[in-house]
């Protein structure tokens, strides 16, 4: 089954995954809308912010509503919008802040990878977004990312 993963050295912060996010979900391109975001932790640094499909996702524990169920199929983390109460605890439980509201509907939204085809990967530029098999991606590459997303959200809610 194939793994989503990001070379963060490869992103130029163009958001065009943001753009291509929001229109397939919601018809419109607008980033506030979009599952996958661009975070700048310096000046010169940008990283593609998504769910890593984590293998005990702490969104998954504490949803009361039992909104977030596993997608056994395709091995993702699914918010099923018909239970989501807008609670939010998912999106403070997420170590990523991959998952959010949406800004009007007030349901929980994260990356679904778009039913196994990705359009945030089919628009990117440089690469900086895989979907591929996991034997043809470097299992050390998607821990370090992990570990750099969350220090980029610690230095992000440090300085607000």
Same mark, same amino acid.
């Given at each position: ?54 293998? *005990? %996702? =702490? &969104?998954?524990?504490? !949803? +009361?509503?039992? /909104? ?48 196994? *085809? %990705? =359009? &945030?990967?089919?628009? !990117? +530029?440089?690469? /900086? ?32």
């Amino acid at each position: 089954m194939p793994e989503f993963a990001i070379l963060p050295e490869k992103c130029v912060g163009c958001r065009l995954c943001e753009l291509a996010c929001s229109a397939a979900f919601e018809w419109k391109y607008n980033p506030k809308l979009s599952r996958i975001r661009v975070m700048t932790v310096h000046p010169v640094s940008d990283i593609p912010v998504v769910c890593v499909q984590c293998k *005990k %996702p =702490k &969104c998954l524990e504490a !949803c +009361p509503s039992e /909104a977030i169920k596993w997608d056994k199929e395709l091995g993702t983390v699914k918010v099923d919008p018909s239970l989501c109460i807008g609670c939010s605890t998912c999106v403070r439980e997420c170590p990523f802040e991959a998952i959010l509201l949406h800004p009007t509907k007030n349901v929980a939204i994260k990356c679904e990878l778009c039913g196994g *085809k %990705p =359009k &945030c990967v089919a628009v !990117c +530029p440089t690469g /900086a977004l895989v979907y591929a098999e996991p034997e043809t991606m470097d299992s050390r590459r998607k821990q370090e990312y992990a570990a750099k997303v969350a220090r980029g959200v610690e230095e992000t809610v440090l300085r607000k």
